[in-house]
Protein backbone atom coordinates (compact mmCIF):
# COMPACT_ATOMS: atom_id res chain seq x y z
CA UNK A 1 0.00 0.00 0.00
CA UNK A 2 1.23 3.32 -1.01
CA UNK A 3 1.72 5.51 2.00
CA UNK A 4 0.75 9.37 2.29
CA UNK A 5 4.52 10.52 2.16
CA UNK A 6 4.89 8.57 -0.91
CA UNK A 7 1.92 9.88 -2.60
CA UNK A 8 2.97 13.70 -1.69
CA UNK A 9 6.60 13.20 -2.39
CA UNK A 10 5.51 11.58 -5.55
CA UNK A 11 3.13 14.65 -6.30
CA UNK A 12 5.61 17.27 -5.66
CA UNK A 13 8.43 15.68 -7.93
CA UNK A 14 5.60 15.55 -10.93
CA UNK A 15 3.74 18.62 -10.22
CA UNK A 16 5.51 21.98 -9.65
CA UNK A 17 2.43 23.81 -9.96
CA UNK A 18 1.25 25.65 -6.56
CA UNK A 19 -2.35 26.03 -7.74
CA UNK A 20 -2.00 22.36 -8.95
CA UNK A 21 -1.05 21.04 -5.75
CA UNK A 22 -3.31 22.60 -3.92
CA UNK A 23 -5.90 21.41 -5.93
CA UNK A 24 -4.99 18.06 -5.55
CA UNK A 25 -4.60 18.78 -1.35
CA UNK A 26 -8.46 20.14 -1.75
CA UNK A 27 -9.25 16.75 -3.41
CA UNK A 28 -7.72 14.65 -0.90
CA UNK A 29 -9.56 16.70 2.27
CA UNK A 30 -12.46 16.11 0.29
CA UNK A 31 -12.26 12.41 -0.13
CA UNK A 32 -11.45 12.34 3.66
CA UNK A 33 -14.36 13.98 4.38
CA UNK A 34 -16.55 11.90 2.21
CA UNK A 35 -15.09 8.58 3.48
CA UNK A 36 -16.40 9.27 6.80
CA UNK A 37 -19.63 10.29 5.51
CA UNK A 38 -20.54 7.33 2.96
CA UNK A 39 -18.60 4.27 4.06
CA UNK A 40 -17.86 4.35 7.66
CA UNK A 41 -21.75 4.55 8.85
CA UNK A 42 -22.34 1.31 7.07
CA UNK A 43 -18.62 -0.43 7.90
CA UNK A 44 -16.99 1.59 10.78
CA UNK A 45 -13.99 3.35 10.97
CA UNK A 46 -10.64 2.01 9.52
CA UNK A 47 -7.45 4.32 8.57
CA UNK A 48 -6.28 2.30 6.35
CA UNK A 49 -9.40 2.75 4.09
CA UNK A 50 -9.42 6.56 4.48
CA UNK A 51 -5.79 6.20 3.24
CA UNK A 52 -6.95 4.60 0.13
CA UNK A 53 -9.55 7.37 -0.34
CA UNK A 54 -7.39 10.21 0.36
CA UNK A 55 -4.29 9.10 -1.93
CA UNK A 56 -6.44 8.78 -4.33
CA UNK A 57 -7.74 12.33 -4.36
CA UNK A 58 -4.41 13.60 -3.57
CA UNK A 59 -3.16 11.89 -6.68
CA UNK A 60 -5.99 12.05 -9.12
CA UNK A 61 -4.34 14.89 -11.23
CA UNK A 62 -0.70 14.30 -10.36
CA UNK A 63 0.26 13.34 -13.75
CA UNK A 64 -1.60 16.85 -15.41
CA UNK A 65 1.75 18.96 -15.93
CA UNK A 66 3.75 15.83 -17.21
CA UNK A 67 0.85 15.13 -19.63
CA UNK A 68 -0.59 18.90 -21.06
CA UNK A 69 1.11 18.57 -24.53
CA UNK A 70 -1.04 15.10 -24.52
CA UNK A 71 -3.90 14.96 -22.54
CA UNK A 72 -5.37 11.77 -23.89
CA UNK A 73 -2.10 10.26 -21.46
CA UNK A 74 -3.82 12.02 -18.43
CA UNK A 75 -4.50 9.56 -15.64
CA UNK A 76 -2.64 6.61 -17.70
CA UNK A 77 0.55 8.45 -17.04
CA UNK A 78 0.04 8.80 -12.68
CA UNK A 79 -1.11 5.09 -12.72
CA UNK A 80 2.03 3.80 -14.19
CA UNK A 81 3.60 6.04 -11.70
CA UNK A 82 1.85 4.41 -8.77
CA UNK A 83 1.84 0.67 -10.08
CA UNK A 84 5.59 -0.34 -8.77
CA UNK A 85 4.77 2.21 -5.49
CA UNK A 86 2.53 -0.78 -4.33
CA UNK A 87 -1.21 1.44 -5.15
CA UNK A 88 -3.88 -0.61 -4.95
CA UNK A 89 -6.37 -1.39 -8.24
CA UNK A 90 -8.61 0.00 -6.09
CA UNK A 91 -6.93 3.93 -6.11
CA UNK A 92 -5.55 3.12 -9.77
CA UNK A 93 -9.27 2.17 -11.25
CA UNK A 94 -10.75 5.25 -9.39
CA UNK A 95 -8.10 7.43 -10.62
CA UNK A 96 -8.96 6.46 -14.51
CA UNK A 97 -12.79 6.42 -13.90
CA UNK A 98 -12.26 10.50 -12.87
CA UNK A 99 -11.16 10.48 -16.24
CA UNK A 100 -14.76 9.01 -17.75
CA UNK A 101 -16.20 10.75 -20.93
CA UNK A 102 -13.19 13.35 -20.99
CA UNK A 103 -10.08 10.23 -22.02
CA UNK A 104 -11.25 7.60 -25.07
CA UNK A 105 -11.53 4.51 -23.23
CA UNK A 106 -11.69 5.49 -19.44
CA UNK A 107 -13.81 3.74 -17.15
CA UNK A 108 -17.17 4.73 -15.87
CA UNK A 109 -17.20 5.34 -12.32
CA UNK A 110 -19.09 2.07 -10.05
CA UNK A 111 -18.19 2.21 -6.83
CA UNK A 112 -18.76 4.89 -3.84
CA UNK A 113 -15.26 5.80 -3.67
CA UNK A 114 -15.28 6.36 -7.54
CA UNK A 115 -18.01 8.38 -7.53
CA UNK A 116 -16.94 10.86 -5.21
CA UNK A 117 -13.66 11.59 -7.01
CA UNK A 118 -16.00 12.24 -9.84
CA UNK A 119 -18.30 14.62 -8.08
CA UNK A 120 -15.81 16.18 -6.28
CA UNK A 121 -13.09 17.08 -8.20
CA UNK A 122 -15.17 19.55 -10.10
CA UNK A 123 -17.03 21.03 -6.55
CA UNK A 124 -13.45 22.09 -4.99
CA UNK A 125 -13.11 24.56 -7.93
CA UNK A 126 -16.16 25.75 -7.76
CA UNK A 127 -15.87 26.97 -4.53
CA UNK A 128 -12.32 28.09 -4.82
CA UNK A 129 -13.62 30.34 -7.23
CA UNK A 130 -16.45 31.71 -4.72
CA UNK A 131 -13.58 32.24 -2.41
CA UNK A 132 -11.68 34.16 -5.42
CA UNK A 133 -14.52 36.21 -5.52
CA UNK A 134 -14.69 37.08 -1.50
CA UNK A 135 -13.04 40.90 -0.44
CA UNK A 136 -10.87 38.94 1.38
CA UNK A 137 -10.32 35.55 -0.86
CA UNK A 138 -10.78 33.39 1.78
CA UNK A 139 -12.30 29.94 2.24
CA UNK A 140 -13.40 30.58 5.94
CA UNK A 141 -15.81 33.35 4.28
CA UNK A 142 -17.33 31.19 1.62
CA UNK A 143 -20.79 29.61 3.15
CA UNK A 144 -23.26 26.86 1.51
CA UNK A 145 -25.26 29.93 0.83
CA UNK A 146 -22.01 31.96 -1.43
CA UNK A 147 -22.33 29.04 -3.36
CA UNK A 148 -25.54 27.96 -4.28
CA UNK A 149 -26.02 31.71 -5.21
CA UNK A 150 -22.87 30.94 -7.77
CA UNK A 151 -24.61 28.15 -8.51
CA UNK A 152 -27.04 29.11 -11.44
CA UNK A 153 -24.69 31.74 -12.55
CA UNK A 154 -23.31 29.74 -15.86
CA UNK A 155 -20.93 32.25 -16.65
CA UNK A 156 -19.12 32.07 -13.43
CA UNK A 157 -16.69 29.54 -13.14
CA UNK A 158 -18.25 28.27 -16.13
CA UNK A 159 -15.21 25.25 -16.49
CA UNK A 160 -16.90 23.31 -13.08
CA UNK A 161 -19.16 21.19 -14.66
CA UNK A 162 -22.24 21.57 -12.69
CA UNK A 163 -24.29 18.44 -14.22
CA UNK A 164 -20.86 16.09 -12.87
CA UNK A 165 -21.17 17.77 -9.08
CA UNK A 166 -24.92 17.22 -9.42
CA UNK A 167 -24.29 13.46 -9.77
CA UNK A 168 -23.38 13.26 -6.39
CA UNK A 169 -27.49 12.63 -5.70
CA UNK A 170 -28.02 9.81 -8.11
CA UNK A 171 -24.95 8.19 -7.65
CA UNK A 172 -23.90 9.17 -4.32
CA UNK A 173 -27.04 9.54 -2.56
CA UNK A 174 -26.26 12.45 -1.29
CA UNK A 175 -28.72 15.93 -1.64
CA UNK A 176 -26.38 18.27 -3.46
CA UNK A 177 -26.87 21.02 -0.61
CA UNK A 178 -25.23 18.54 1.91
CA UNK A 179 -22.39 17.83 -0.61
CA UNK A 180 -21.37 21.27 -0.98
CA UNK A 181 -21.83 21.25 2.57
CA UNK A 182 -19.67 18.18 3.11
CA UNK A 183 -16.55 19.52 0.51
CA UNK A 184 -16.58 23.49 1.47
CA UNK A 185 -16.22 22.24 5.33
CA UNK A 186 -13.83 19.90 4.52
CA UNK A 187 -11.32 22.49 2.55
CA UNK A 188 -12.11 24.85 5.43
CA UNK A 189 -10.25 22.74 7.40
CA UNK A 190 -7.07 23.07 5.44
CA UNK A 191 -7.39 26.58 4.50
CA UNK A 192 -4.19 27.53 4.64
CA UNK A 193 -2.81 24.47 2.74
CA UNK A 194 -4.85 25.80 0.07
CA UNK A 195 -3.79 28.80 0.01
CA UNK A 196 -6.98 30.93 0.89
Same mark, same amino acid.
Request: proline share 3%; hydrophobic share 40%.
Given at each position: ??????????????????????????? %?????????? @??? *????? $? =???? /??????????????????????????????????????????????????????????????????????? %?????????? @??? *????? $? =???? /????????????????????????????????????????????????????
Amino acid at each position: MITRNQAIELLHSKMSSVNLRRHCYAV %ETSMRALYNT @LEV *PSLGY $N =SERE /EVWAITGLLHDGDYEFVQKDLTRHTHQIVEWLIPLGASEEITHAILSHGWQYIDGNPEPSTLLEWSLYCCD %ELTGLIVAVA @LVK *PDKKL $N =SVTL /ESVQNKWNAKGFAAGAKRSQIELCEEKLKIPLRDFIAIVLQSMQKISSDIGL
